[in-house]
């Protein structure tokens, strides 16, 4: 059984995850109004990606018997235009993510929740994926260079992402 601080943490982090989800949304939006639409792509299956993240945790309190309380999602704060300036947001978002999500196994590991530390884990396994990606991307940049050549074929690599994520709750 879930401590209500524990249920309360874990309803934060799904507002959390669906914000993410919604600034990744917006930014997609920019980049396919200035014609990036395979990076358009990648953050619309992130987008995606994100809410499987919210649906995971949602999951997991029903699961639990626990309570899930959806909450007002903040408009999503971004002003970069330009698309290496853009993933650098993306990568500072997601290293704030990991935090956040480091604040749930410390609170797992203090209240002896075993079943949440197991959680946790499986979502500190997947920031190393997330900031890995995000990280590879601002790599490739730097590699092909911040050009409209190299930002050409970047697009074109990243609209390439598989947009498969599990949509079934019941398969989570
Ligand atoms: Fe749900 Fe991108 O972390």
Do not use: C
């Not at 978002?93 to 949440?116: F, G, N, P």
């Amino acid at each position: 059984m879930l401590s209500q601080k524990m249920i309360d943490r874990i309803n934060l982090q799904i507002n959390r995850e669906m914000y993410s989800a919604y600034l990744y949304l917006a930014m997609a939006a920019r980049m396919n109004e200035a014609g990036y639409t395979g990076i358009g792509k990648w953050l619309t299956v992130q987008y995606h990606e994100e809410m499987f993240h919210a649906m995971k945790f949602a999951k997991y309190l029903h699961d639990q018997n626990a309570t899930v309380a959806y909450t007002k999602i903040d408009t999503p704060e971004f002003k970069e235009k330009d698309v290496k300036s853009l993933f650098q947001h993306v990568l500072a978002h997601e290293q704030s993510v990991t935090a956040s999500i480091r604040e749930i196994m410390d609170l797992a590991i203090a209240e002896k929740d075993y079943a949440t530390q197991a959680l946790a884990q499986w979502y500190i396994n997947e920031q190393i994926e997330e900031e890995k990606n995000d990280t590879q991307i601002l790599q490739n940049i730097d590699l092909l260079g911040n050009s409209a050549q190299g930002l050409f074929m970047l697009n074109i690599e990243l609209g390439k992402r598989d947009p498969s994520v599990p949509l079934d709750f019941n398969k989570i």
